[in-house]
């Protein structure tokens, strides 16, 4: 069974083979299937639509009423004057001797002095006369059936021909031509055939046969319009229910173009075009890991609801959507599983490197160079856990994992581009060698060690003064030159002896020593500041105390130089570079009596004195004239002259001196002649 479409095309396509009245019927007989369309309407859309919809239906049932009353007064007119002959004869009209031209058409008898009127055949390859007008003329009917005369008169279309002596055309119609119509008596019409043409005095007169055309055009332009009204309004309908619960011309959801879709179709549609990405996370090495998405059963969902206002254009709005356009976007929901997801990341093998922090070493040339930092392994996997779903949620499944934080806990704290300035600060100082000379030895005060004393601030960087120098630690530099002095110093220190007579001896060091090297620390840590802020290499030799400067630096600072004293032998002997120059018997201090015994220790020549007074009655009770005074230690004890009746032996035990060392004048003058000031004496037992 044919649906309304169907109808109402069919009705609109065969209008144009219809004649007026039935044209007229047809067009009726649309009228209830408008309203039908109307009522479908108003149950199926919103209430915006249905107002719309109802407002076109009544507008096209008023053109309908206005075509009704066009094509009722048009065939009434036609009727009038149209006599039945069939559509596809060719009439030839024979003007009577005396005829009126009737001012109208209309539904009467034709009047008796009607032309008359002759069918002929119509020949298939004749070419018709250029131009040739449509006419409705009224044919009069045979004298035997008079009272249908009337009723059965119709519109029919006829051609004016010339009536010539031309031969007869052949009989090539399907049917012959029709009879010949009968004519009054007071003007017998010549009678005709298909062999026979019309006389030329029997062509229609111009002026009667032009009103005769303009009659026929206006209403065949009638029924054309209906028709193409017909047409047009069927048109519209069909195109309403091809667009029926589909999608409107021109209409784009997120730029997929759905016209003619259905919901469903639609929504396949945009889920296909929008496929599921694996996911993708990016390690600080610039490594890709991938997730996919099947194993954390991600996928995308649209909304309910959310194609309908799309949906819900209206499909009788589909003739205005040819000429517009309609965009609309949809969201997509994002799903996936929170556990499978967890699942992966934590039990991923990520690596388990430590991250180092970016330093400065030296190369192989001896300058600076920063190492870089390194990057480990190790992040906070609940931080990127986090990270990683908002990043999904937000429509991202390429990630990189340092966008989410989790590796700041365990970042180097130190990076390369933090060192730059200090790398021209150790450059500085890069070359910066202090060489500290103790004669058969030296000590290497080098730059790593001068690096390590320039103060720093908490974060790594280094503290400038106002002059834009860098303070160095001198805590640092102060324990350096207590170490070297440890070292190096031998004041104050036990001295290992070769001893003339015995061999290698330990000589103590005591309250009377004053011999050997003692590094002045404080004079030397501001040698060494000095130094550094300079930034160039220097050999130098350390700063001493005044008290505390030997006859020689070496390690052995007694040296090849010196005079050895033997108390338990009473004798001497003075060494140059380990030869004997001379030795002499002496006498030394009471060694009975504690207050004069001569003090052992490591001494040296202090002083040369020629000629004076040594001790006061007051506190000594001696005063005594020398000629030559060359003390060995502070004191007040030395080499002198003095006469005395014998030298050595055990004259000290008892009657010795008062701490001095007592020699033969012309002796005493000879070693105050050989020795300087500074010559270690080490007097032992």
Not at 124 to 148: G, H, N, Y
Request: net charge negative.
């Amino acid at each position: 069974m044919p649906n309304q479409n169907e109808t109402k095309q069919k009705t609109a396509l065969d209008a144009s083979k219809m004649s007026g009245a039935e044209v007229l019927e047809a067009v009726g007989a649309a009228e209830p299937l408008a309203e039908s369309l109307v009522h479908a309407s108003d149950k199926k859309h919103s209430q915006t639509d249905s107002d719309m919809t109802k407002k076109i239906a009544e507008i096209q049932k008023q053109k309908m009423a206005r075509i009704r009353e066009a094509l009722a007064a048009a065939n009434a007119s036609a009727e009038a004057n149209a006599a039945p002959m069939p559509e596809e004869t060719e009439v030839i009209i024979v003007p009577p001797k005396k005829s009126a031209e009737p001012k109208h058409f209309q539904e009467t008898p034709a009047p008796a002095e009607a032309p008359t009127v002759v069918a002929v055949a119509e020949k298939q390859d004749a070419p018709a006369p250029a131009e040739a007008p449509t006419v409705i003329a009224p044919v009069k009917q045979p004298s035997s059936a008079p009272e249908e005369s009337s009723s059965q008169t119709k519109k029919i279309r006829v051609k004016s021909v010339a009536v010539s002596d031309a031969s007869p055309a052949p009989e090539q119609h399907e049917a012959p031509a029709p009879a010949v119509a009968p004519v009054p008596e007071e003007a017998p019409a010549p009678e005709s055939s298909a062999k026979e043409p019309a006389p030329k005095e029997s062509a229609v007169k111009p002026a009667k046969k032009k009103k005769s055309r303009k009659k026929r055009a206006a209403a065949t332009g009638v029924i054309i319009g209906v028709s193409v009204a017909a047409l047009a309004i069927g048109g519209y309908f069909a195109g309403a229910f091809s667009y029926q619960d589909k999608f409107l011309p021109h209409t784009y959801i997120n730029t997929l173009a759905v016209d003619g879709m259905t919901t469903e179709e639609a929504h396949n549609a945009l889920l296909e075009q929008k496929q599921v990405s694996d996911l993708t996370l990016i390690t600080p090495k610039g490594e890709e890991v991938v997730f996919p998405a099947q194993d954390f059963k991600a996928e995308y969902t649209i909304p309910s609801g959310s194609l309908d206002m799309a949906a819900n254009e209206g499909n009788f709005n589909w003739f205005s959507k040819l000429f517009t356009t309609s965009e609309y976007s949809v969201n997509y929901d994002y799903t996936y599983s929170k556990e499978d997801l967890k699942n992966l990341i934590q039990t991923y093998d990520w690596g388990d490197a430590v991250s180092t922090n970016a330093r400065i070493v030296k190369n192989a040339s001896g300058e600076f160079e920063i190492e870089p930092e390194t990057m480990g392994d190790q992040f906070d996997t609940n931080m990127l856990i986090n990270y990683v779903m908002a990043e999904l949620e937000a429509g991202k499944n390429t990630i990189k994992m340092e966008d989410s934080g989790c590796y700041e806990q365990y970042r180097a704290k130190i990076k390369a581009d933090d060192l730059q300035a200090d790398l021209e600060v150790y450059n500085k100082y890069a070359k910066c060698n202090i060489t500290f000379d103790f004669d058969d030895r030296k000590i290497l005060l080098d730059s790593d060690k001068i690096i390590s004393w320039l103060l720093t601030k908490e974060d790594g960087s280094f503290v400038t003064t106002s002059g834009h120098d860098i303070p160095i630690d001198r805590d640092g530099i102060a324990e350096f030159v207590s170490e070297m002095a440890d070292e190096t110093d031998t004041y104050g220190k036990d001295h290992e002896f070769y001893a003339t007579l015995d061999g290698w001896i330990t000589v103590p060091w005591t309250y009377a020593s004053c011999y050997g090297w003692q590094i002045d620390q404080k004079a030397t840590v501001n040698q060494i500041y000095d130094l550094i802020q300079d930034g160039a290499p220097v050999v130098v030799e350390p700063i001493y105390t005044d008290w505390g400067k030997g006859y020689t630096r070496q390690t052995d600072d007694i040296g090849t130089t010196y005079i050895e004293v033997d108390i338990s032998a009473q004798h001497f002997w003075y060494y140059r570079d380990n030869e004997i120059i001379m030795d002499y018997d002496i006498v030394s201090g009471t060694e009975t009596n504690s207050e004069r015994r001569t003090p052992r220790g490591i001494c040296q020549i202090v002083g040369h004195v020629a000629g004076r007074y040594l001790g006061t009655y007051e506190v000594q009770g001696y005063r005594q004239w020398v000629d030559f005074w060359m003390p060995f230690n502070y004191l007040g004890c030395g080499f002198h002259d003095l006469s005395r009746g014998a030298y050595g032996g055990s004259i000290y035990m008892y009657n010795g001196s008062h701490g001095c060392l007592n020699m033969r004048w012309s002796e005493a003058k000879a070693l105050y002649n050989e020795i300087e000031d500074g010559l270690p004496v080490i007097v032992h037992d």
